[in-house]
């Protein structure tokens, strides 16, 4: 079973972006506007399903870019997924895909948190988050653990010690994260059949008078 550490490192490893194309950009014939036509097909859906379960934040997640087809003997390939400088290269599995968490074992996931502690590195992006969406910032005086955003909301300006406060709301919320996991959006792993799938092979078919091999990678190499 992945833990968390060793998927990002794999997810990370060898990252490098070449041939990225957009959609306006395409002036290709046959085949090679087949397969472009379904990668872009498939990001909208992806890109939907995120907007759909809102995780759009910072827009990193939805930018997803495909590359150049490349054919050798009739063995089709093109790539979908982000570029190096796009902090999603390296995170964007766990949403797809899922975390389990250490309390609820849900969802099911090649994922999950092993263990309750946080690190620096994730309080510090909750943190921001939370500078992002003010209005969500929950705050209790009294106990360390979050109450419901229902029954209290108050603004970082209201705050007795605004960072203090608010790294401690970070770290409760990243421990909760932790026991509940995170849900599975599918984004990638539930668009392909439906871009790539039998219709798609049918028309790929018919243009080439021929079956072909047709490869889709999520990750970019060198």
């Known amino acids: 079973m992945a833990s968390i550490k060793q998927a990002q490192e794999e997810l990370g490893k060898d990252f490098d972006v070449g041939g990225i194309i957009k959609e306006e950009q395409i002036q290709l014939k046959g085949a090679d506007k087949i397969i472009s036509d379904a990668a872009f097909k498939f990001i909208k859906l992806a890109q939907q399903r995120i907007n759909g379960r809102k995780k759009v934040d910072t827009g990193n997640l939805g930018n997803i870019v495909p590359t150049l087809v490349t054919h050798e003997k009739g063995n089709f390939s093109i790539t979908i997924g ?21 309390k609820t074992n849900q969802p099911n996931s090649q994922y999950k948190f092993r263990t309750l502690s946080v690190s620096k590195k994730m309080v510090e992006a909750i943190m921001q988050w939370y500078l992002r969406h003010k209005n969500y910032i929950k705050n209790d ?31 409760n919320t990243a421990e909760n994260i932790k026991k509940r996991g995170i849900a599975r959006v599918g984004f990638f792993d539930d668009n392909l059949e439906k ?9 790929l078919a018919q243009a080439l008078g021929q079956d072909i091999a047709l490869t889709v990678t999520q990750i970019f190499k060198k």
């Not at 570029?83 to 250490?102: L, T």
């Open 141 to 171: 005086d009294k106990r360390t653990k979050l109450i419901p955003l229902e029954r209290k909301r108050k603004s970082i300006a209201k705050l007795i010690d605004p960072k203090k406060n608010l790294r401690q709301i970070a770290k």
């Open 82 to 102: 982000y570029e190096k400088s796009n902090p999603a290269s390296k995170y964007y599995d766990f949403q797809n895909k899922g975390v389990k968490g250490i």
């Open 195 to 203: 871009a790539f799938g039998q219709e798609f092979l049918t028309k």
